[in-house]
């Protein structure tokens, strides 16, 4: 896509990140609680590094990767977590979901939010007709974000990642546009 992403939502905005979000985004990715359920974060990323390697995905063209910042409470103004779609596959309709938050956010639902209009946008704008995501299957968190976004499971990768000392099974979800209800439904339910 050659212009920025913006969506606003209930309590949230989701912004293209900028060369000033690079400490909290490189904070995240080193976070024991965030890094431990994502492959690509597994080692930690000094500031260098991170610009070497993850800095350039945020800004790909095949990549929509926004931060979420609340706009009311305690952390307001602050970013708080990311969520993607990457890579988007446009001559397919495709597209994998991803989503990481810090936890000084969890529990507040904002993930929920920020993940529903960013699918939204993804359906509705980039005219996606699949999306899917995977999560190495401790990590019940995720996949309770999952479906509770609609996402129907579609199989498990047995022992196919290795996370915190073993071999864990990997959980895939998909989701097409004919059943996405719509951030609104999803939100009420």
Partial sequence: ???PTFIECDRLELKPPEEDDIEFLREGANHPDVRRYINVFRTPYTEERYRDELWPREHDEDTVSLLVVPTDGDLSGEPIGSVQLAPVIYTD?????????????WGEGYALEASAHLLEYGFKELRLHRVSATVMA????SQSLC????????????QSQFAN?????????????????????????
């Avoid at 309709?93 to 956010?105: I, L, Q, T």
């Avoid at 609609?150 to 047995?158: K, L, M, P, S």
């Fill in 1 to 3: 896509m050659s212009r």
């Fill in 93 to 105: 309709g495709y597209a994998n979901f991803g989503v990481w938050f810090h936890p000084k956010a």
């Fill in 138 to 141: 401790p990590n019940e968190d």
């Fill in 147 to 158: 479906q509770r976004l609609g996402f129907v499971h579609e199989g498990t990768a047995r």
């Fill in 165 to 189: 000392g073993e071999y864990v099974d990997v959980e895939r979800y998909g989701l097409l546009a004919s059943e996405w209800e719509g951030p609104n439904e999803v939100l009420e339910s």
